[in-house]
């Protein structure tokens, strides 16, 4: 057989203690181009996880030392809970409570043994399809999180580097009001009201700035209060 189109060159990792199973499967896929580990109990499938983390596992559910559902809710919960690992159980059972049980336990799909090579092929397929859409989904979150990131810091940085001189502008302008003993001429006193008033509105937005961050990471609850709308917009058509 050939690769199957479409689908890059994974990793298998086969739990059985069946050994005969293990070694049809593994010949199987191997000629499809996967690169597949295998393991006979529990002991030895961790192991195989702690050397290199499969892109699909094949679990018996009936094992000598642990039941392949609870490695399965190992491996989901404590091994790799953030990362996506499709688990397609193995089982000669194929009743709903027994498919259910394996869900629950973390599965992702099942297969009934002895099981078509067929219908294993393209369940594996399907299962990596998956796993491919996840992990671009996990990738993308994490670069738009570190972006998120970045822009959280830049913010922080310009909003505090701007806080300072904008605040001593402040303060000077009103010093040298104090200075002059207010003894401005109309024009200079109006280009000090210009430079006051922006300065002030320049300070509000560099404290809704802030604010805003608050918000966003849950230091500054919201508080509803009522409001006349009728005032406010009175307000803003004013500013106009």
Known sequence: MTTPSNVPLASILIIDDDEDLRSIVQSRLAR???SVRVAADAQAAFEALRAKVPDLILLDVNLPDMSGYD???RIKKELF???FIPIVFGTGQGEIPEKLKGFEAGGDDYL???FDGDELDARIRS?????HLQDDLREANLKLKSLQD???NLSHMLVHDLRLPLSNLLVGAQRLLVKTGHTLSEEESRLWLVVEDSGRVLMEMIDNILDVAAMEEGRLPLTPVALDLKTLLGECLQQV
């Open 112 to 114: 009934v043994k002895p």
């Open 127 to 131: 299962m990596l399809k998956i796993k």
């Open 32 to 34: 499809q181009g996967y």
């Open 71 to 73: 490695i399965s809710r």
């Open 81 to 83: 809970p953030d990362i």
């Open 150 to 152: 970045l822009k959280d």
